[in-house]
């Protein structure tokens, strides 16, 4: 495990490291950055290599080896397309990735351009530093990244509360995401939410478990969760300071593994399935974020968790279920499980809050890839104000986001059944499938027409192998901004 620091000047940190990095644009590089961050020596040695490298496309790094240090400097590149973060982050990322940081006593200097770019490259940062390991072998050492950043003149950046509690957030969310299943119960997974909570001010706790979820009328949630060792639950966060003149709602699936129920996964389709808790360790990770730094409004945080297992008393398809909306729903694929934990998690904190603009967010659809990729989630709403906040929230806090229609009058038909209110998955998976899976939740709350945002994350977060803490940015932020 490697913690992070944010020290305030660079002389006393860099005495212990054993890696220092200089990281900034390629502009800042040109002009001289490197020389107020370092000393002659090493400038004369660094610096000449630096600004020959190109930097057009992709971050590049030069290297050298000073009084038993090894020094690097990270150029990043010059182009920056308009639906990428101004501040680099996911070339940031891409390069310190690299280097090895983990487990070792390190520096690292980011120039930036603007002090606006301080969130998207804190956490990238960050995320090149996983809290989980289960590797054994060789003894795991634990490493401290200082990180410090300084503007094109060399004066220092201070790192806020806001920003520290979100990287620290994320941190957590990702490694809730990478910890393998046995480990992650839904027990275990409501259990570490609330240590993550635990201590901040007007806070208060629901959990809903097993068979008292029929009783609140959340038969989505028990249903996909019913045949689990472990029960499924509803765990709530309601943050209510004093003085909190609104209320804003998140949901996030928390599907623990997902087998695909009886409509099994096939081979390696069910691997990497322990990712698909990210929406709820987004959102967990967003609230503990926003509380922690007194935000001045009420914020209910709903957490749907099932383990969509396989059992003498899995819910199948044919099933009729009937939901928090009211609304039956017929099965007919149970590995579309997640959006009937939204969709329950919806129903309940809209109709038991009354937020006047609630955000989910989701690993919804294998679809979100093809269509806005690896880096970007897919957002939809019945806003375009909210849709618009999103997308610009998302290029300043760098987890980026991109829209998919928001249209029901062309989506609800694809859930149609004969026996039931609608089917939980779609007659034709070629139309639109991350819209289509949005309008299935969107029809349990489309009565009471709050503000609403769905991000599906499932590309963002998790990629090569690992959780990544993406959406916990993105959701505090918006929260923030939103006007």
Same mark, same amino acid.
């Given at each position: 495990?490697?913690?992070?620091?944010?020290?305030?000047?660079?002389?006393?940190?860099?005495?212990?490291?054993?890696?220092?990095? #200089?990281?900034?644009?390629?502009?800042?590089?040109?002009?001289?950055?490197?020389?107020? =961050?370092?000393?002659?020596?090493?400038?004369?040695?660094?610096?000449?290599?630096?600004?020959?490298?190109?930097?057009? %496309?992709?971050?590049?790094?030069?290297?050298?080896?000073?009084?038993?240090?090894?020094?690097?400097?990270?150029?990043?590149?010059?182009?920056?397309?308009?639906? #990428?973060?101004?501040?680099?982050?996911?070339?940031?990322?891409?390069?310190?990735?690299?280097?090895?940081?983990?487990?070792?006593?390190?520096?690292?200097?980011?120039? !930036?351009?603007?002090?606006?770019?301080?969130?998207?490259?804190?956490?990238?940062?960050?995320?090149?530093?996983?809290?989980?390991?289960?590797?054994?072998?060789?003894?795991?050492?634990?490493?401290?990244?200082?990180?410090?950043?300084?503007?094109?003149?060399?004066?220092?950046?201070?790192?806020?509360?806001?920003?520290?509690?979100?990287?620290?957030?994320?941190?957590?969310?990702?490694?809730?995401?990478?910890?393998?299943?046995?480990?992650?119960?839904?027990?275990?997974?409501?259990?570490?939410?609330?240590?993550?909570?635990?201590?901040?001010?007007?806070?208060?706790?629901?959990?809903?478990?097993?068979?008292?979820?029929?009783?609140?009328?959340?038969?989505?949630?028990?249903?996909?969760? +019913?045949?689990?060792?472990?029960?499924?639950?509803?765990? %709530?966060?309601?943050?209510?300071?004093?003085?909190?003149?609104?209320?804003?709602?998140?949901?996030?699936?928390?599907?623990?593994?997902?087998?695909?129920?009886?409509?099994?996964?096939?081979?390696?389709?069910?691997?990497?399935?322990?990712?698909?808790?990210?929406?709820?360790?987004?959102?967990?990770?967003?609230?503990?974020?926003?509380?922690?730094?007194?935000?001045?409004?009420?914020?209910?945080?709903?957490?749907?968790?099932?383990?969509?297992?396989?059992?003498?008393?899995?819910?199948?398809?044919?099933?009729?279920?009937?939901?928090?909306?009211?609304?039956?729903?017929?099965?007919?694929? =149970?590995?579309?499980?997640?959006?009937?934990?939204?969709?329950?998690?919806?129903?309940?904190?809209? +109709?038991?809050?009354?937020?006047?603009?609630?955000?989910?967010?989701?690993?919804?659809?294998?679809?979100?890839?093809?269509?806005?990729?690896?880096?970007?989630?897919?957002?939809?709403?019945?806003?375009?104000?909210?849709?618009?906040?999103?997308?610009?929230?998302?290029?300043?806090?760098?987890? !980026?986001?991109?829209?998919?229609?928001?249209?029901?009058?062309?989506?609800?038909?694809?859930?149609?059944?004969?026996?039931?209110?609608?089917?939980?998955?779609?007659?034709?998976?070629?139309?639109?499938?991350?819209?289509?899976?949005?309008?299935?939740?969107?029809?349990?709350?489309?009565?009471?027409?709050?503000?609403?945002?769905?991000?599906?994350?499932?590309?963002?977060?998790?990629?090569?192998? +690992?959780?990544?803490?993406?959406?916990?940015?993105?959701?505090?932020?918006?929260?923030?901004?939103?006007?």
């Amino acid at each position: 495990m490697t913690r992070i620091a944010f020290p305030r000047s660079l002389a006393s940190a860099a005495k212990a490291a054993e890696m220092i990095v #200089n990281v900034a644009p390629k502009a800042l590089v040109a002009s001289g950055w490197l020389g107020l =961050t370092s000393p002659p020596e090493l400038v004369a040695e660094l610096e000449p290599a630096a600004k020959r490298c190109a930097a057009r %496309v992709d971050a590049e790094t030069v290297a050298t080896l000073v009084g038993g240090k090894t020094i690097h400097a990270v150029v990043l590149p010059e182009l920056v397309s308009r639906h #990428n973060a101004p501040a680099r982050a996911e070339a940031m990322a891409a390069a310190l990735g690299k280097l090895g940081l983990g487990g070792k006593k390190s520096v690292v200097v980011v120039g !930036l351009a603007d002090d606006a770019h301080l969130l998207p490259c804190a956490n990238a940062i960050a995320r090149c530093l996983p809290l989980f390991t289960r590797k054994g072998g060789k003894k795991q050492t634990e490493g401290q990244a200082s990180i410090l950043f300084l503007r094109a003149d060399g004066t220092p950046v201070e790192v806020t509360r806001e920003v520290k509690e979100t990287v620290a957030a994320a941190r957590w969310a990702a490694c809730a995401v990478d910890t393998h299943p046995a480990e992650m119960t839904t027990a275990i997974f409501a259990r570490e939410v609330k240590k993550l909570v635990r201590g901040l001010k007007h806070l208060h706790t629901t959990e809903i478990t097993g068979a008292k979820l029929l009783e609140q009328k959340l038969g989505g949630i028990h249903a996909v969760g +019913r045949c689990a060792v472990v029960p499924p639950r509803l765990l %709530v966060l309601d943050y209510r300071p004093p003085k909190a003149r609104r209320c804003f709602g998140l949901v996030g699936k928390g599907v623990i593994y997902d087998t695909g129920g009886l409509s099994l996964k096939a081979g390696a389709n069910m691997g990497t399935m322990k990712s698909d808790m990210g929406g709820a360790a987004a959102v967990a990770g967003a609230f503990r974020a926003l509380a922690a730094c007194a935000f001045e409004h009420r914020v209910i945080c709903a957490l749907p968790m099932a383990e969509n297992a396989i059992g003498p008393d899995a819910f199948r398809n044919d099933d009729i279920l009937t939901m928090h909306s009211g609304k039956t729903v017929e099965i007919n694929n =149970t590995d579309a499980e997640g959006r009937l934990l939204l969709a329950d998690g919806l129903s309940y904190v809209c +109709r038991k809050y009354r937020p006047e603009a609630v955000i989910d967010a989701a690993t919804l659809t294998g679809a979100q890839l093809v269509a806005t990729g690896h880096r970007h989630a897919a957002v939809i709403s019945n806003r375009e104000g909210f849709e618009c906040l999103a997308v610009d929230v998302g290029l300043a806090s760098g987890d !980026l986001c991109h829209p998919l229609p928001f249209a029901p009058e062309f989506y609800q038909a694809e859930f149609k059944s004969n026996v039931a209110d609608m089917r939980n998955s779609v007659a034709d998976r070629s139309n639109a499938q991350t819209s289509c899976a949005a309008q299935f939740v969107w029809a349990h709350i489309e009565d009471l027409d709050p503000a609403w945002l769905h991000v599906d994350l499932a590309g963002p977060a998790f990629r090569d192998g +690992r959780g990544t803490g993406y959406g916990v940015a993105l959701i505090s932020e918006i929260l923030r901004s939103f006007d």
